[in-house]
């Protein structure tokens, strides 16, 4: 019988092989942390996201065995838990988000060097855009977030956060309103 | 431009997570994954241990020795980029290999090799360990690679026959190629009894990593075994795996139907760190006088950490 490269094994076999072969979940890892932490470091810095992955990846191991394996693909299920475990630092996330909007100036680590002179050009729009994320509901922050940041569907969204996909369709509905009233005045917003 | 796109644009040049954070929370995950051994095996009612050739412990003449989970820091720093694939790895051992120390043992003498060892399984009979406990385990192999002795409780030595009975002189005869010395195990592997459970390329794994455990081999030979593993089908890359003594290493890795096996080198001179062992599926045995016995997947077989390895003179004898 020849051997398996876990290469070759999709999320939902490598985590159902993990259950009775630990080991195997490290390549859960090795496929999707990057992601998870770029997600996390956009709301919340990239310190805070270097813990946020580490607990998201400790958190599912943990659960591995209550692991849904119809779902091939487990990128909506470690969101999930990387999205319960940003909830916590919710006020940190919206304070850097209004210190942007107030001051121009992004207090999460700053971007390349050779994009400084777009940025300037862009202030505006992205300080007023950063406070209108600052006051979304945190449900529809991470809806909206998910979709935009982490690129999931509706259905992956869903499934995230564990809620209908109709939901994720109202709540996305709402956040979008919300930055095109506050971007409203002397913007370049279409809707 | 619409409302979505602008979010998108938002904080798009944030910095990836380096390696070194990346490397961390990997380490963080693996120390959890170890500390839990896997499903425990269902035993039948008690029976006296049978002992099996390899993982025959000397009795009383053991320590035991309870380590604590904290990570130890490899010797040495590791190598810069990481590896990519098997061939990367054999071949960068190779290398390191070939800059080795040459050991010049006479043929009467001994390999005095002590290890730390999980410790067997309550219950396990002979094949399953106990994750969260260790023992010193010292054995003596004879430089012709045919032999092994233990200490008896009673201070006697046990000396008999070993696997696969092959030597240093032997496997560096010329030529010294990846072909010859694969050859020359498989050859030495037709004499042993066979054990159902393994196939033949498993077998032929375990006894490269048995060889570069028990022995000192010279560079050739090393570094021809080196570029032979990834050779063998199905054998792949582990990182990060760590030895009985917590010591992290990179590993060649091979599972069969029946169990994975690590040979795990200190990833920065690739020099042999230990072994790892796990029952990917259920397995019942029947060994001769006992069982059945009942090995469930997740089982651990083997956890070893070697500490030592010298040429004395006699076996029994200490450095």
Known sequence: MSAVEATDLDDAELISRSRDDPEQFAELFDRHARQIHRYAARRLGTQAADDIVAETFLTAFRRRDSYDPAHKLARPWLYGIATTLIARHRRDEERFLRALERTGIDPLPAPMADEVVERVAAQGQERRLAGALARLSKKERDVLLLIAWADLSYEEAAQALGIPVGTVRSRLHRARRTIRTTMGEGSRWTS | ?319
């Open chain 2, 1 to 319: 431009m619409d409302e979505l796109t602008a979010v998108r644009r938002l904080r798009e040049h944030i910095p990836a997570m380096t390696p070194e954070a990346e490397e961390a929370a990997r380490t963080r995950l693996l120390a959890a994954v170890r500390d839990k051994p896997g499903l425990a095996a269902a035993w039948d009612k008690p029976r006296p241990a049978r002992p099996r050739l390899r993982w025959r412990l000397a009795v009383a003449a053991a320590l035991a020795v309870l380590v604590g989970t904290g990570i130890v820091v490899t010797r040495g720093r590791p190598d810069i980029a990481p590896v990519a694939g098997v061939r990367e790895l054999g071949e960068r051992a190779a290398r390191a290999a070939e800059r080795g120390p040459s050991p010049i043992a006479h043929p009467d003498q001994w390999y005095y090799v002590k290890e730390l060892q999980a410790s067997p399984a309550r219950g396990g009979y002979g094949y399953a360990r106990d994750l969260h406990r260790r023992e010193i385990f010292e054995q003596w192999i004879s430089v012709d690679g045919k032999r092994v002795a233990w200490e008896q409780g009673s201070g006697g030595l046990l000396i008999q026959g070993t696997h696969p009975g092959i030597g240093a002189a032997e496997l560096a005869r010329e030529p010294v190629t990846p072909e010859t010395v694969l050859d020359r195990i498989r050859q030495a592997l037709a004499d042993v009894p066979e054990q159902a459970e393994f196939s033949e390329d498993q077998r032929l794994f375990q006894a490269i990593y048995q060889l570069m455990g028990e022995q000192m081999l010279p560079p050739e030979v090393r570094s021809a075994l080196f570029r032979a593993l990834p050779t063998i089908p199905g054998v792949t890359v582990t990182h990060d795996v760590p030895d009985a003594d917590g010591r992290r290493g990179i590993a060649f890795s091979r599972a069969d139907g029946w169990a994975r096996y690590d040979l795990i080198l200190d990833p920065s001179d690739y020099s042999f760190l230990g072994t790892y062992g796990v029952a990917v599926s259920d397995r019942t045995f029947h060994p001769v006088n006992v069982g059945p016995v009942h090995v469930k997947a997740g089982t651990p077989l083997t956890w070893s950490a070697r500490l030592d390895i010298q040429i004395v003179d006699k076996a029994g004898e200490r450095p």
